[in-house]
């Protein structure tokens, strides 16, 4: 059933909504969410160039579009000790490179700093912020954002957010931001970030400005109990001026996925950001860690190993960094769930696995199948009129001895979870709510024996005269916005806008990822036959 008040239409104008969660669906008769997983394509980069040899750049990464082009901000010359190269580096150095077409990058010769032709961060920025042997503060945990403020001066429309982790906890750790006006040459603004005890400084630190409170969003790391020992999960404050937060609340989610951290479910980065598309619906792909030991939650000690280390791949490697470098390195695994929010702090999470570790044999380890901050408009491979698709970005490779590989992988635009109907057919009903608009647009994908009818009813279930389901025209295909259509009315939806209205929503052998009003334009003539 849905949470919001049935007694008071929802206001939906002409926003874009997806069915990630309840909001748009009071209820359902033989249909079920389902989660869609992106399918990996090509290698895009290698992170081979000298000054990049690193084993270790994965989630902390970021991808950022500044209107024009992509840019891929990525940590280099990290490596963790190897059988082959058992010594450990991190001199720690943030890298870029820019695509148009969120396929193709290139690394642009900036030569700005001397640790790396495309290098934008290194230590050499951030030795005065802490003593010298405190001082980790360089790439290692750095997120960049391009700030959609408008009343962000343009000077400051690239924000970094530089992070030192290390302890002592307290003494040192905190959060730093650097302003940037071309998203290469960045300087720091203000002092370490006041944000309150007990936040964990060790992840992927996230900002945006959230057009919905007129606010920047911070996430990061916080602690709890996960099975019987402590974990990771994540806290989240606002700000107007990156100097005050306020509204620090630690992230609270739905009942199913909650009891997960009772088995053990740490949320090791958060990756939250609004969905461009849907800005009023922020979407979340942190990087699940799991460790595991004798019982759900305890951490693993070296008598504990088990079968599960001995059905992994590269087993020699894997148990010689368990010996030499730390048992985690060798036992525990990671995932990328997904979760959305449309307050910030409540979140719906989906515990089944959004990206799987693949099927490699340097797969499979602390670090794998993290998807890297942010999201690409990318064309299909398909060709032939196939439209746009969303990519993302996923280092591969992380502990072994080899430079890691960056793997791009796509989905459908809206593909992150759809209503499934099955092919004997269901319905979805949705709560009243007022629209803006002429066409109401789906993004749907139907088998040939497949598709889908809208009837559109009144507040009182009744079905406004030509528009119920013996008038609704059965529409088929795979389209991000097929337009529904109806007997003696076509696609015009104008009479009925502005006025209370629900849908009941009947499909058979097809996938429901979102639902749109858009505006009016007449349909096109049937020829002659």
Not at 233 to 244: A, G, L
Not at 344 to 352: A, M, N, P, T, Y
Request: net charge negative.
């Amino acid at each position: 059933m849905s949470l919001w008040n049935p007694t008071i239409p929802i206001e939906l104008g002409s926003r874009l909504e997806l069915f990630l969660d309840d909001k748009m669906i009071e209820h359902t008769e033989g249909t079920y969410r389902r989660i869609h997983h992106p399918i990996a394509d090509e290698i895009v980069m290698t992170l081979n160039e000298e000054h990049e040899h690193t084993n270790n750049s994965g989630s902390y990464n970021s991808i950022i579009f500044d209107g024009e082009k992509y840019l891929f901000y990525y940590r280099a010359n990290f490596w963790h000790p190897t059988e082959e190269e058992p010594v450990r580096n991190e001199n720690v150095i943030l890298c870029v490179a820019v695509s148009t077409d969120g396929i193709h990058f290139t690394r642009p010769q900036l030569n700005i700093l001397k640790s790396g032709y495309n290098a934008v961060l290194d230590s050499t920025m951030t030795r005065d912020l802490v003593p010298d042997e405190l001082n980790d503060i360089c790439a290692s945990t750095t997120t960049v954002f391009y700030d959609e403020n408008p009343a962000c001066p343009a000077e400051e429309k690239y924000k970094m957010l530089v992070t030192n982790e290390r302890p002592p906890h307290g003494k040192a750790n905190g959060i730093w931001l650097y302003i940037s006006a071309d998203g290469y040459h960045f300087t720091r603004k203000g002092g370490k970030f006041a944000l309150p005890d007990g936040c964990g400084y060790d992840s992927a630190n996230r900002a945006f400005y959230d057009h919905t409170i007129g606010k920047y969003r911070v996430y990061q790391r916080q602690w709890r109990i996960c099975g019987k020992d402590w974990g990771r999960t994540i806290v989240t404050h606002c700000t107007e001026d990156f100097v005050t937060f306020t509204d620090t609340h630690v992230l609270e989610y739905d009942a199913e996925f909650e009891s997960f951290f009772q088995l053990g479910q740490n949320l090791y980065t958060n990756n939250v950001a609004p969905y461009f598309r849907a800005p009023h619906i922020l979407l979340g792909f942190p990087k699940r860690y799991v460790e595991w030991g004798p019982e759900p939650g305890v951490y693993v000690l070296p008598k504990d190993y088990d079968s599960r280390m001995l059905s992994r791949p590269d087993l020699r490697r894997r148990t010689w960094r368990a010996r030499h470098i730390e048992p985690r390195a060798g036992t525990a695994v990671t995932d990328t769930v997904l979760m959305t929010s449309r307050d910030g702090v409540h979140f719906k999470g989906f515990g089944d696995s959004y990206l799987m570790p693949p099927p490699q044999d340097d797969s499979c380890n602390y670090g794998s199948a993290a998807i890297i901050n942010g999201m690409m408009v990318t064309k299909s491979a398909m060709g032939h009129g196939a439209p746009d698709e969303l990519s993302f970005l996923v280092a591969e490779g992380i502990w072994n001895n080899a430079d890691v590989r960056i793997r791009r992988y796509h989905t459908r635009i809206d593909g992150f979870v759809s209503m499934h109907f099955k092919a004997a057919g269901g319905s979805l009903y949705t709560p009243v709510f007022i629209f803006d608009g002429g066409r109401l647009a789906l993004n749907i994908e139907c088998g040939a024996f497949g598709g889908i009818q809208v009837e559109i009813r009144d507040d009182k279930e009744r079905p406004y005269p030509g528009f119920g389901i013996t008038d609704a025209l059965m529409i088929t295909g795979n389209d991000h916005q097929m337009i529904a259509r109806w007997r003696n009315k076509g696609s015009d939806l104008r009479e009925l806008a502005g006025k209370p209205v629900e849908l009941r929503i009947f499909a058979r052998d097809c996938d429901l990822y979102s639902m749109q009003f858009i505006p009016y334009e007449p349909d096109p003539e049937i020829p002659e036959v």
